[in-house]
């Protein structure tokens, strides 16, 4: 079986028949995923210095240069890297004192920082199948960016103590400005309004504690709440929505956490996107005791002025790793980084390699590489390549960056 590194819930079960060395036919891959796996014959990146096509020899010693005369090099990406290229990638920046952030800086970093510092309560995915009653997906939408998350785990699936399934055993809540697809086939439907969700948390809370909600339609507060206390295993999957809207009331989702766990036992899964985000995460926290945002200069420091976002004004130079902060950055850093000498390691072409001044083609973490990873809920997966590949690892093109130095 093959292991799908589409999306952060690393579907193991994947079933692939080769055709003449090629990938044919596939079983249990969501649309997604079907479109990872054959993204390995499009758009690939080749090796490029300054612009032009080149040796790989080349590009790694062009790489090796920039990042050794570099005065304050940034390192980031680190998502869609296998465990050991980001311990690898981590040895590297010590060695250049580089600062090192990655995608969750920007994203679920706060919410997943909560769940790794035991603040808030979480479980596994495979808990969920079992025992899970009620899903509230909050400002998350699994049916179009996990495709498989209702259907492996957390609404479809008869489990242990679930044998009834969706029918009469599980209820799936959604909280979204929107009525996302999710939304669509949940059993309840709240709208919060954009960058409503501090208020509507401290409505539930007020629920919570037996007062009346200050919000308009109080009734249907009131049921949503009520249902949510009559759960017995309940699970938060907070998603990019509520990350953002919560951002500078981090505590409410504590508050509220802790006060539905006085009645009901909560959990909090956070929607990662990327296959190993969380890996990454785990791997730096265990080697300094940050998440993200990481400065290497002068001994260990982390701090918000190590953010891609601020690192983009003081950095010298790049190292991106799987990642395309060039599309997915705000237009004023992602123009910083297009003016710093940046060197490009990713299996696909992008706006990053387009403007980089070295591009490094690896081979696809899954598809053409094996390697472990972190699921969502911090469950590691190891998987194996499914085709063969020339293409280095990010693991052996690290490797030989580090050489170079
Ligand atoms: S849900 Fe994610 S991991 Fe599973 S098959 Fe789809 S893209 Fe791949």
Not at 214 to 228: A, H
Not at 288 to 294: D, E, K, L, P, Q
Request: overall charge neutral.
């Amino acid at each position: 079986m093959a292991v799908c590194t589409g999306c952060s819930l690393l579907c193991e079960d994947i079933e692939v028949a080769l055709d003449g060395g090629k990938m044919g036919k596939t079983r249990n891959l969501c649309r997604k995923g079907l479109g990872h796996f054959k993204s390995i014959y499009l758009d690939r990146a080749r090796p490029a210095v300054d612009g032009k096509e080149a040796g790989i020899d080349e590009a790694i010693d062009k790489a090796a240069g920039i990042l050794k005369n570099a005065k304050k090099p940034l390192i980031f990406g680190w998502s869609n890297s296998t465990l050991d290229a980001q311990k690898a990638g981590l040895e590297l920046a010590r060695e250049l004192g580089a600062v090192v952030d990655d995608t969750s800086s920007i994203c679920q970093g706060w919410i997943v920082e909560k769940v790794l510092r035991k603040e808030i309560p979480t479980c596994t995915l495979d808990d969920v199948r079992n025992y899970a009653d009620v899903s509230i997906f909050w400002g998350s939408d699994p049916s179009s960016s996990h495709p498989r998350h209702l259907s492996r785990f957390s609404y479809y699936p008869r489990g242990e103590k679930r044998q009834r399934g969706y029918e009469e055993d599980r209820t799936a809540i959604t909280i979204d400005v929107r009525k996302s697809p999710t939304a669509d086939i949940s059993d309840e439907y709240y709208r919060v309004l954009p960058g409503g969700d501090a208020g509507l948390v401290e409505a539930m809370i007020s629920v919570l504690d037996g007062k009346i909600p200050r919000v308009e339609d109080k009734k249907k507060l009131i049921s949503l709440v009520t249902n949510m206390k009559k759960s017995r295993f309940g699970v938060i999957f907070p998603g990019l929505g509520m990350v953002y809207s919560l951002k500078g009331r981090k505590e409410l989702l504590d508050a509220l956490v802790e006060k539905l766990n006085q009645s009901s036992r909560y959990s909090v899964i956070p929607m990662v996107g990327h296959y190993n985000m969380r890996g990454f995460n785990q791997t730096l926290l265990d080697q300094t005791g940050f998440i993200n945002r990481v400065s290497f200069q002068d001994g260990v420091e982390s701090g918000p002025e190590h953010s891609v976002m601020e690192a983009a004004k003081t950095c010298d130079a790049a190292l991106v790793i799987g990642s395309d902060p060039v599309s997915s950055l705000p237009a004023a850093v992602a123009r910083r980084l297009a003016g710093m000498p940046v060197v490009a390691v990713d299996p696909h072409r992008n706006l990053t390699t387009d403007v980089a001044r070295v591009v490094i083609p690896s081979a696809a973490s899954g598809l053409e590489a094996g390697g472990s990873a972190l699921r969502m809920d911090g469950v590691e997966i190891k998987f194996d390549g499914v085709v063969e590949s020339e293409r280095m690892t990010d693991l052996e093109i690290l490797a030989r960056i580090k050489e170079g130095l």
